[in-house]
């Protein structure tokens, strides 16, 4: 999943994942910023997972045998 990042004015970092909403973080330095939002992201899987909604993201990572 594509991870934008830019830094603002005050000089914080600012990491989303665009294609999971609210996936947003802000971190001191830009590789605390990435590290943050890949754990958050991963919160946000592993949540909608649970929930039983579809990540279309996902498909063909997870193999069943028939």
Not at 18 to 43: C, F, N, T
Not at 47 to 65: K, M, N, Q, T
Request: aromatic share 4%; net charge negative; hydrophobic share 45%.
């Amino acid at each position: 999943m594509k991870i934008e990042i830019e830094r603002e004015q005050d000089g914080q970092w600012i990491a989303e994942v665009p294609d999971l909403a609210g996936v947003m973080v802000y971190g001191q330095s830009r590789e605390e910023a990435i590290s943050k939002v890949e754990a958050l992201a991963l919160r946000a899987i592993a949540d909608r997972l649970e929930h039983g909604e579809s990540i279309p993201e996902l498909d063909g990572l997870f193999a069943v045998p028939a």
